[in-house]
């Protein structure tokens, strides 16, 4: 072996170096392929697959979720705008509920308005009537003057009388002057408050009626948005859950299909190994086999063809080739373990 600088030069029983060295390369190769290839072709093959389809199914996940987050916020904003648009809605039917109970307040109002401006209009057109009854009678009779007045009086108290009446007569005309005026005055400010009435009240209720409408229609379309973001979302869902599923099943096949090669790569490189602690081509190389062998140029000695110094390293006792099997074994293991074959001159 090589853990020192000696080399065993002395082995009769040994084959040839072209042999030993020809074997000792195949030994190497065939382990090198034992810890690279852990499957056969087909299981390589199948792994590249399942592999392949895996990254592209995670890739395809991701852009799923993005979609599917997407989707949630596109719904969540439908609902909001549906909610809001429905609260807006509840609130305008409300007030189209006060603005027809305005309305009906004021029909009633209009009519009490009517019925003042009829009684008005009566009384108007009495006053109207005995205006023109007196103006008639003035014009029959024609207006005493007040010199006809002086003239025609019989004293004094007579005079005064006559005085009194004619002043009577003409507040009396003023007076119906001014009542027909006045109540005329008046109908014609309740039949403008009570139209002015009528026509605001239409109005407000054709403004609440058109924006209800508008808002109902927001409504139904934030609605129809929300239907389609949540099936689009639970589509994208379903999906993303199936992708997932295979994705775990993929995986475990991966990991069985490696488990497999794993135990059937370490079954064939122990079977390389057989009842020794390293590969069985090496032993034959180094000793046949044999534990009592000795190379009496360099000391080393047992079957795994050990230097004393590097027994002694590895805590053995008294020379290579005079120990158990268990202790050569043993210590050949530990050797391996830190070296691997190029502690070897046969695996060089």
């Given amino acids: 072996m090589s853990i020192s600088t000696e080399r065993n030069t002395l082995r009769p029983w040994a084959p040839s170096r072209t042999v030993a060295l020809a074997a000792a390369s195949l030994l190497a190769a065939l382990i090198v392929a034992a810890l690279l290839a852990i499957s056969s072709p087909a299981q390589a093959q199948s792994l590249e697959t399942l592999n392949q389809q895996i990254s592209e199914?995670?890739?395809?996940?991701?852009?799923?979720?993005?979609?599917?987050d997407a989707a949630t916020a596109a719904l969540?904003?439908?609902?909001?705008?549906?909610?809001?648009?429905s609260e807006r809605e509840f609130e305008l039917t409300?007030?189209?509920?006060?603005?027809?109970?305005?309305?009906?307040?004021?029909?009633?109002?209009?009519?009490?308005?009517?019925?003042?401006?009829?009684?008005v209009r009566k009384r108007l057109g009495r006053a109207v009537d005995?205006?023109?009854?007196?103006?008639?009678?003035?014009?029959?009779?024609?207006e005493p003057s007040a010199f006809e007045l002086l003239l025609g009086a019989d004293g004094y108290?007579?005079?005064?009388?006559?005085?009194?009446?004619?002043?009577?007569?003409?507040?009396?005309?003023?007076?119906?002057?001014?009542?027909?005026?006045?109540?005329?005055?008046?109908?014609?400010?309740?039949?403008?408050?009570?139209?002015?009435?009528?026509?605001?009240?239409?109005?407000l209720n054709a403004r609440l009626r058109s924006a209800r409408q508008r808002v109902a229609g927001v409504r139904a379309q934030a609605e129809s948005e929300a239907r389609v973001a949540g099936s689009a979302r639970d589509s994208q869902a379903s999906s993303l859950a199936s992708l997932r599923t295979n994705?775990?099943?993929?995986?475990?096949?991966?990991?069985?299909?490696?488990?497999?090669?794993?135990?059937?790569?370490?079954?064939?490189?122990?079977?390389?190994?057989?009842?020794?602690?390293?590969?069985?081509?090496?032993?034959?190389c180094e000793s046949g086999g044999n534990y009592s062998a000795l190379n009496p140029s360099s000391g080393a000695g047992g079957a795994y063809q050990i230097l004393p110094s590097t027994w002694a390293a590895y805590g053995g006792k008294g020379a290579p080739?005079?120990?158990?099997?268990?202790?050569?074994d043993r210590i050949a293991a530990l050797i391996w373990r830190d070296s691997g074959p190029s502690a070897w001159v046969c695996a060089g």
Avoid at 57 to 68: G, H, I, N, P, W
Avoid at 76 to 85: E, I, L, P, V
Avoid at 165 to 172: H, N, P, Q
């Fill in 57 to 68: 199914a995670r890739v395809e996940a991701q852009a799923l979720a993005a979609d599917v």
């Fill in 76 to 85: 969540a904003g439908a609902r909001d705008r549906a909610a809001a648009s």
């Fill in 94 to 119: 409300a007030l189209l509920a006060g603005g027809r109970e305005r309305e009906a307040r004021l029909a009633t109002q209009s009519a009490a308005a009517q019925r003042r401006l009829e009684a």
């Fill in 130 to 142: 005995a205006l023109s009854a007196r103006l008639v009678a003035i014009y029959k009779s024609g």
């Fill in 157 to 203: 108290d007579d005079l005064v009388s006559r005085g009194d009446v004619l002043r009577r007569i003409e507040d009396s005309d003023a007076r119906l002057a001014a009542r027909v005026r006045s109540l005329r005055a008046d109908a014609r400010a309740k039949a403008e408050t009570a139209q002015r009435a009528r026509q605001a009240a239409a109005l």
């Fill in 247 to 284: 994705v775990q099943a993929w995986t475990r096949d991966v990991e069985r299909l490696q488990q497999v090669s794993t135990e059937n790569a370490q079954g064939e490189v122990i079977s390389w190994f057989g009842d020794w602690a390293i590969p069985q081509a090496i032993v034959m």
């Fill in 321 to 328: 080739h005079r120990a158990s099997k268990t202790e050569q």
